[in-house]
């Protein structure tokens, strides 16, 4: 849980220049290095010393194919507040729309961009723009993986449960992007996981062989059950997300069915939970369908307005160690 050998000098050399895409890519002592960066961070952003100029005269594409609320604003204030300058541009807005390929998009924003946070559809999508980009490139969420939630996500529960080995109950949809980048980034740190779903929505199978493979040299026990009374009852966090994930609308009512009344988070299921957990979700909520109003507003539990702020204070210290 701790930085082992390499020194805090030699991991903010090894993280310059560095794409983030799945976190897979990262070794344990770098998300821990990031971590503690964002800690630092945040308690100079709260002492009110917001401003660092680390990254003056630098500029961020922010590269978007879907909605973002808080993603978004948390890259675009950390730039500012770094001293870089952002761009916003959806795809509609490039000549991409008009058929250029993204091989060639990609080779442009090298030349005239530091860092690309790209939010997309397929993760194929990043994949090829890191392939072609010689800057570093950050997965602002895809399909399979949404790894500065993650990272927020795990920040987050050291900074209000303590640094220790906590257990999480992540409950809905296992085949999510926040569902497998918390896998991926727990089973790095030695974090235990259970993930209660049904049947038909397990993690993706891609992931699940790496989580796995992390496991064995971390220690962390990962596991998927259906039954999501099992999955609460020792956990210190429980985690939720959407049951309808963009791109997937489509598939709402099949989703709904599956999902409803059994996967919802509601006062009969926390009722089960140890009494000091904490709930949480990386927003935006569905109230009334992965979580009532009676748990998500519930003040001695849930912590859904520090995660959400906190994604502030580590899109800073990500661009501070990539950029
Ligand atoms: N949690 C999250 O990524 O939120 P946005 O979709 O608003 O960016
Ligand atoms: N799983 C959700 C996360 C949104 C931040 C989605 O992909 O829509």
Redesign the pocket.
Known sequence: MFLDTLTYGDLLMNLNGRDILTLQELSSSEILALIDKCFELKREWIERKRCRKELEGKSVLMFFE?????????FEVAAASLGAHTIYASTVDLQLARGETLSDTARVFSKMVDCVVA?VKSHSTVEELAKYCDIPVIN??SDLH?P??ALTDVFTMFEVKGRRRLKIAFIGDGGVN?CHSLMVCCSKLGLDMTIACPPQFKPRDEVWRLVMKNCESSGSKIEVIEDPVIAVRDADVIYTDVFVS?GFEHEREERLRSFLPKYQINKELVSRAPEDYVFMH???AKRGEEVTDEVIDDPKHSIVWIQ?EN?LHMARAILYMVV
């Open positions: 879907k909605p973002s609320t808080r993603t978004r604003l948390a939010r602002g969420l949404h500065t939630q926040t963009m990386c927003l935006p959400s994604k």
